[in-house]
């Protein structure tokens, strides 16, 4: 299993980002894909999840109405578009099967102006 989130990067208050999460390794079309976040000094936040066929999703309190979660199943692939960011956005992101104990790198996102 490989999972390599991308996307991250500095962005003023306000702002979007969209991260994007390539796998391989498994039958990606076969689960469901979760979107988690750390911030330092605080523990792993599950922020979205979406179902394996792409009709469901589930938000966060905190990213609801924020945060879209999306898959392409043809290019084993999840994204997560990030609007309104705020200070309290900033961790790093990480994406995850569900069920699946395997972990990317993640990507950084820092929210600051």
């Known amino acids: 299993v490989q999972l390599v989130e991308s996307g991250g990067g500095l962005v003023q208050p306000g702002g979007s980002l969209r991260l994007s999460c390539a796998a391989s390794g498994f039958a990606f079309s076969s689960y469901a894909m979760r979107w988690f976040r750390q911030a330092p000094r605080k523990e792993r936040e599950l922020v979205a999840r979406?179902?394996?066929?792409?009709?469901?999703?589930y938000y966060g309190d905190s990213v609801e109405g924020r945060f879209t979660v999306s898959r392409d199943n043809t290019k084993n692939a999840a994204y997560l578009q990030m609007n309104s960011l705020g200070p309290d956005d900033t961790a790093v992101y990480y994406c995850?099967?569900?069920?699946?104990?395997?972990w990317g790198q993640g990507t950084q996102v820092t929210v600051s102006s």
């Open positions: 979406i179902s394996s066929s792409g009709t469901t999703t």
């Open positions: 995850n099967g569900l069920g699946l104990g395997d």
